[in-house]
């Protein structure tokens, strides 16, 4: 095992009813117990760390407390054996970051059930351009076409499109043939959007379009929302008559203004992707189609779409999470190697 008995990690401490973050030292001693011991290389930033990072109780009960849900590394030392010292994983959700310390820091202790070996042939770096965020992106995509939607049935519509979760859902689709609308509330990034292959923006205001509508014309075939509330309902409102909506997210709002209509007159699906507590069997087959035959269609756009920070700039990328100003996939460099 690695002699180190401490380490770095962004701390939020809850100081007087507000939330300060800063950088410090922690020890190995510290961290819950549990069956393996990681040394992180990488984690990336998702929306859920940002919530964390400033005090959401519905994603953190606890502080002081290190966010970061997704993680990879080394195995620092393992109490079980299919894990040793050495070997490249993921660790990824289900409470990683959220009440047990996470990938800010650059070591966690984890259960043996919630570590995955590094997909070949990705590097490290790699996985975490992906991340939850991605992953997400790839289980709400991987549901469209396990359910029958191919390319010629007509559009698929992506919302929150410059975010994390919606920019690798546009590049994905948009490799695999897909027409690609994508809603954004960002006009500067029209050009970025359409460099990830999507051939129509529009903005918030014309995906929710008549609000006090039941149904509106038919449009996409399938439908990516990562915001949820007026804009994935103007989504579902547009969506064609047996057409397949997946929602993963909350980013506008966690409600949902509809009638019953688009699903008892145009037989539209609604499904739900949860990436959180995804069974370790349903990630190795996620994990292989972007570590395999989706692979090819991202290295060129995973570059496009990600910056690297390190852990003294997480804090300041947190806040501009929150202000809904990031675009695409942030990843967090705890090798302390300068590149
Ligand atoms: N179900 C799961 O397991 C799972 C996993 C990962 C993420 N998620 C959820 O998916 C959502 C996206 O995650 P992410 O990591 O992609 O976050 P992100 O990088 O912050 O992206 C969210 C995007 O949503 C749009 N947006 C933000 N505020 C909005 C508002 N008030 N109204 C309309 N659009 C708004 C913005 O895109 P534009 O500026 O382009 O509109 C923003 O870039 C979050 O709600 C997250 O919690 C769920």
Same mark, same amino acid.
């Given at each position: 095992m690695n002699k180190t008995t401490t380490f770095r990690a962004l701390v939020v401490r809850e100081e007087g009813g507000s939330f300060q973050r800063a950088v410090e030292e922690r020890r190995?001693?510290?961290?819950?117990?549990?069956d393996v011991l990681i040394r992180v290389h990488f984690s990336s930033l998702n929306y859920k760390d940002a919530l964390s990072a400033s005090g959401n109780r519905g994603v953190t009960k606890k502080y002081p407390h290190t966010p970061g849900i997704d993680a990879v590394g080394v195995v620092a030392?393992?109490?079980?054996?299919q894990f040793t010292e050495g070997d490249e994983v993921v660790c990824m959700c289900y409470d990683l970051g959220m009440n047990t310390p996470g990938g800010f820091g650059e070591y966690i202790r984890v259960p043996a059930g919630w570590v995955l070996p590094k997909p070949e042939p990705l590097s490290l770096y790699e996985a975490m351009q992906i991340g939850t965020a991605g992953f997400t992106a790839a289980q709400c995509v991987d549901k469209l076409l396990a359910l029958g939607?191919?390319?010629?049935?007509g559009p698929v519509l992506v919302t929150g499109a410059t975010g994390g979760v919606g920019s690798l859902a546009c590049a994905l689709l948009a490799k695999l043939g897909f027409a690609v609308t994508a809603v954004t509330g960002k006009e500067s990034e029209h050009d970025f959007l359409r460099q990830l292959g999507c051939t129509a923006v529009l903005n918030r205001q014309q995906a929710i379009?008549? @609000? /006090?509508?039941?149904l509106l014309r038919e449009r996409w075939a399938g439908v990516v929302d990562t915001v949820g509330g007026e804009i994935l309902a103007g989504a579902i409102k547009t969506t064609q008559y047996g057409g397949i909506v997946t929602c993963c997210g909350n980013? @506008? /709002?966690?409600e949902l203004p509809l009638t019953v209509y688009p699903f008892i007159l145009r037989g539209v699906s609604l499904v739900g992707i949860d990436s959180a507590e995804c069974p370790l069997s349903r990630r190795e087959e996620i994990w292989a189609k972007l570590a395999g035959p989706w692979r090819t269609a991202l290295p060129d756009t995973l570059k496009q779409l990600s910056v690297r920070i390190d852990l003294d700039q997480v804090s300041e990328a947190v806040d501009a999470m929150l202000a809904g100003q990031i675009r695409g996939r942030i990843v967090v460099d705890l090798t302390g190697e300068k590149v």
């Open positions: 190995i001693a510290d961290l819950p117990p549990g030392a393992s109490t079980v054996p939607l191919r390319p010629e049935q379009g008549r @609000a /006090s509508a039941a980013a @506008a /709002s966690g």
